[in-house]
């Protein structure tokens, strides 16, 4: 009896702590309406709070990304194995002794695409390419699956130290379909590959990929540096930023506008002098970590945040987020029709803002490991509830915030204080604009050729897109990311889908 009691009260404090996100975003949305009537004095201040916030944020973000493209540049130049035999110690791993399990999870990808990812993974520069064994994570629902998994391997069998596919049975009891129950399914396969060649784990790292990642020709030589010369190899994860550069140059113009400034905000975070930075979409981690921690949960959708709670929490809050300033490139949600492209930007959003789930489980872990300093703990909470109400709030607070208190409250908006507020607001998002050219000119510089204006025309063409940033933004990041946060206050779940690929 004392247990059904228990589970009835942990399940209602999970279930409180899925309304929270939610909760909190709406209730920030309708500040300004509701408390410009009950407390304008309090929302005023409030906004202006938000906006010294957004003006921190934006600047520190031009800032990083613009060192962080010297950066990039810098370590294009570097050869690592040249570095590993200078700078290696006693403690060192030696670089010819460590591999990489490579993960590449797909659903129903073509041929094209998965071939793409796999002549990138050929073309890895600076290492044996003996030392990649990569695996095909296929889904056995899949229609064609084996074929094309068949049809790859015949194609890049000697490209590599070992090339195989697996088939993630449908149906699990348990699981949720999608990325994590794929790769985790893949990874014990590759665990028993290893045992069986006789490989230990302490020597092996594992990069999680999406079926269409182009990772840097240097990537792996610089993960291989890196791995064999930190002592707490086994407690990090390594991160390269994530460029949507394969069809920036295809995509309509609002996910190209919505790229661009993720590039730079990306390539910003990686340098985040707080070190609270959580591996996303593209990482690599000690294989050894992995299994410590039973790899991927296979219940949930968003893999890579709670993989980094996971082992946060397992190895005493100890688990950090290493750059690899190698940029990785992958698609740009992409459809047949211009309004599918805008659909799949729409379900990716929705699907990457389901992390929001990873907040109860942050919060209920936090609350078992109690070894962890309560800093440390309360760090990591508090970064994924900034991230999550940021997302869905932002748009609402800097255009409509200033204005609607003293819409709704006209003897507010004969105050000082009421008059002042739309003035301010207006005042700080047009200096932003500034870091906001910053950041643009740093992708600018970084993008592909095909991926540049051409002409005057495309510049003038690209300028007047920017404008339309404020309109693109709200149906294109902030609903998306509401959407998925309200049907998890709801009770809701969310299907994966898969976004189509052209």
Known sequence: MKKLLLGKYEKRFHRFL???????????????AIGGLIAPNVIAYGIIAFLAFWFYKSFKSAFFSFKGYFILKDWETISWPRRWKKEKTVNSLDWNEIKHVVIVPNYNESE????????????QKQIDKNSMFVFLAMEA???????????????????????TATYHPDNISGEVRGKASNEAWAAKEAKKVLDKKGIPLGHVTVTS????????SKYFASLTYHFAMDSDRYLKFWQSPIFWYNNLHRVPFPIKMIGIIGHAIHLSDLQEPSRLIFNYSCYSLSFKLLHGVGYWHTDIIPEDWHLFLQTFFENKGLIQVEPIYLPTSIDAPEAKSWFGSLKNRYEQCKRHAWGATDLPFAIKESMKHTEI????????????????????????????????????????????????????????????????????MVDLSLRPK????????????????????PIVTLPLSVLPGLHAQTMLMLGKRLEYRVTEKV
């Open 18 to 32: 899925e309304i929270l996100p939610g909760f909190v975003a709406w209730s920030i949305i309708l500040a300004p």
């Open 112 to 123: 094209e695409v998965l071939s793409k990812s796999l002549q990138a993974f050929a073309g």
């Open 141 to 163: 629902r899949a229609p064609g699956a084996k074929e094309r998994a068949a049809n790859l391997i015949k194609k890049y069998k000697d490209q590599f130290g070992f090339l």
């Open 209 to 216: 990929c999406d079926a269409d990642a182009k990772f840097h």
């Open 373 to 440: 300093p309560l800093l440390t703990r309360a760090f990591r909470i508090y970064k994924i509830v900034e991230t999550h109400v940021i997302w869905s709030t932002n748009w609402f607070l800097l255009t409509l915030g200033a204005t609607l208190p003293t819409i709704i409250n006209p003897a507010f908006s004969r105050t000082s204080l009421g008059f002042s507020l739309p003035r301010v607001a207006q005042t700080v998002l047009t200096v932003c604009l500034v870091a906001l050219v910053v950041m643009v």
């Open 450 to 469: 095909e991926a540049r204006p051409k002409t005057v025309f495309d510049v003038l063409k690209e300028i007047v897109q920017w404008v339309t940033l």
